[in-house]
């Protein structure tokens, strides 16, 4: 009797699919919240925080998000601007979309 040990290359193939399904959220996510940046065309000058919206996968989570300064002031607004939230909007108005992305990548579809 010979016995096989395959749990690392589970625990690599369920690894893989992770970072897969969070690359395609945060890529979907990115693309949402610079499409809810241009909602507003009084919001875009230059462009310059909509093309600096990225993302990044670590490990278990993924971050969406500006390194632009003024970008806190757009999305949360001031006393004289309404706030724009265009991660928290892109996030919250396509949980259902999320969840198929994880689904679809962790169930291997």
């Given at each position: 009797?010979?016995?096989?040990?395959?749990?690392?290359?589970?625990?690599?193939?369920?690894?893989?699919?992770?970072?897969?399904?969070?690359?395609?959220?945060?890529?979907?996510?990115?693309?949402?919240?610079?499409?809810?940046?241009?909602?507003?065309?009084?919001?875009?000058?230059?462009?310059?925080?909509?093309?600096?919206?990225?993302?990044?996968?670590?490990?278990?989570?993924?971050?969406?998000?500006?390194?632009?300064?003024?970008?806190?002031?757009?999305?949360?607004?001031?006393?004289?601007?309404?706030?724009?939230?265009?991660?928290?909007?892109?996030?919250?108005?396509?949980?259902?979309?999320?969840?198929?992305?994880?689904?679809?990548e962790l169930e291997g579809k």
């Amino acid at each position: 009797m010979r016995i096989v040990d395959n749990t690392g290359e589970a625990r690599s193939e369920k690894d893989a699919a992770v970072e897969r399904a969070l690359t395609a959220v945060g890529m979907f996510l990115e693309g949402e919240a610079k499409l809810e940046l241009e909602s507003d065309p009084r919001r875009v000058d230059t462009g310059n925080l909509r093309n600096s919206v990225t993302n990044v996968v670590e490990e278990t989570s993924v971050h969406v998000g500006t390194n632009v300064e003024y970008g806190i002031y757009v999305h949360e607004g001031t006393r004289k601007m309404a706030a724009n939230r265009f991660l928290r909007n892109a996030l919250q108005n396509n949980i259902d979309q999320i969840r198929q992305y994880l689904q679809n990548e962790l169930e291997g579809k």
